[in-house]
């Protein structure tokens, strides 16, 4: 099949911009940094991004004014009659989903009652540079007891996110469902389930953890491991999993009617798990990832990474049916219960027999012929070497732990080959702000991603047309790593 075959990786040197000496150019700073050659970063307040907005707004003459508020707030969380401390929007696990249609004018007020600084980012949207929501690289953070107003179009469709992007905030609870519909496009089914999928601390906070991980006591740790991830699956058992902010002794229950067809959208909102996901009794056809569509393909289950989402139809079969999320690796799942017809609901702890066979996974996929890039020789390649290990709980990206950086420079209206290589023992699923790269592939059949999971010692590539201005972060979706620093910015250049 295409994605085994194998892909012929020419490295260049990359052009390494040569910083002043001494300077620690780090996020907004760099928008004013000037290099030998007077090569500028085009930064969130630039001329180019809000050239690239008003562009936005003339493809989209139609869209209706969209509002939503997000307050960010201490709460608690009510788990299966256990309540936990949180950081919720609007007081909800996960937060309200956020819905709009290509092309609208999404208003988002962000008030943050936080102790700490915050933001919102809009995961997978190639919207405005300035609209990001990465601190301290498209905005300065949102200080406790501010607001912020974010104002963006939307212009894809599909199964996408919102998070903070704040240190170790999302695990808190900070996510929630972005959905953008194409009213062009009938919807093919009749029911919809929105899944959003994460890990949960019960006992202590993502800042504690990280803490004990920098410390090297979690050495002690049983083993974690992952055929299909190429060996350890996390850094972190949690207590428990949950699908929709529910636990498996409470799930959330999906109702539709025996023969309709249901649209699956799965999110992987967990900051250290994989999830293998299966429908007890039924083979799912996924259709679409990371909000692109794929050669529709049917499978027992899917393999999805933290930031990836895959969109599979179902046509239900009558009866109750266990919707199971396997954390990989770690020996416990999230659950949930598709219900169409009567009957006693399946014991929580049940293992579908879907989950047997490997998974489907990216290699799997092939892009539509309408969501593919057109083949072009990269005019760029760049590099991203992922280092790092366990037992110092470093994690890098060519060598450096963010903040620390150096920019990978492109230009706008490039064909830019970005090639992962995982120098480490473990799968790190890579996330690029601002654009849907194709997975590089010599036929460019790759599909559509914005995250995409790297194994061991694997090289995946990413091919982007550089047609949205501004500073955007690559990082490592686990947001454990996130932190020790496995991230660079991938800085547009005048
Ligand atoms: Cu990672």
Known sequence: MPGDRPLDVQLSRRHVLQWGAGAALLGLTAACARNENTEAAIGPDSPQVRTFAEAESRRFPGGRPVAYELTAAQSDVDLAGTRTAAWLYNTQLPGPVVRANVGDRVQVRCRNQLPDPTTVHWHGLAIRNDMDGVPDVTQAPIPAGDEFVYDFIPPDPGTY????????????????????????????????????????????????????????????????????????????????????????????????????????????????????????????????????????????????????????????????????????????????????????????????????????????????????????DPAVTLEASLGGDMNAYSWTVNGQAYPDHTPLTVHSDQRVRLVYTNKTMMWHPMHLHGHTFAVARMDGSGPRKDTVIVLPGQTVAADIDTTNPGQWITHCHNDYHLAAGMATIFSYVD
């Open 161 to 376: 996110w919102y998070h903070t992007h704040g240190d170790l905030q999302r695990g808190r609870g900070l996510y929630g469902a972005l959905i953008v519909d194409d009213p062009a496009a009938p919807a093919n089914y009749d029911a919809e389930f929105v899944v959003v999928l994460s890990d949960w601390l019960t006992d202590r906070t993502p800042t504690q953890v990280f803490d004990e991980l920098r410390g090297g006591r979690m050495a002690s740790m049983p083993d974690m491991t992952s055929a299909a991830l190429g060996g350890d699956a996390g850094d972190v058992r949690y207590p428990v999993y949950l699908v929709n902010g529910r636990t498996p002794a409470d799930p959330v229950v999906f109702t539709a009617r025996a023969g309709q067809r249901a649209r699956i959208r799965l999110i992987n909102a967990g900051d250290d798990t994989a999830f293998r996901v299966a429908l007890g009794g039924h083979r799912l056809t996924v259709t679409d990832t990371d909000g692109f569509p794929v050669e529709p393909v049917d499978t027992d289950s899917v393999l999805i990474g933290m930031g990836e989402r895959y969109d599979a139809v179902v046509t239900l079969q009558d009866g109750v049916f266990p919707l199971v999320a396997v954390a990989e690796g770690k020996g416990a799942q999230g659950f949930a219960v598709v219900r169409t017809g009567g009957g006693a609901a399946p014991a929580p702890t049940v293992m579908p027999a879907e989950l047997t066979a490997p998974p489907l996974t990216v290699a799997d996929l092939q892009a539509t012929e309408a969501a593919r890039l057109p083949v072009l």
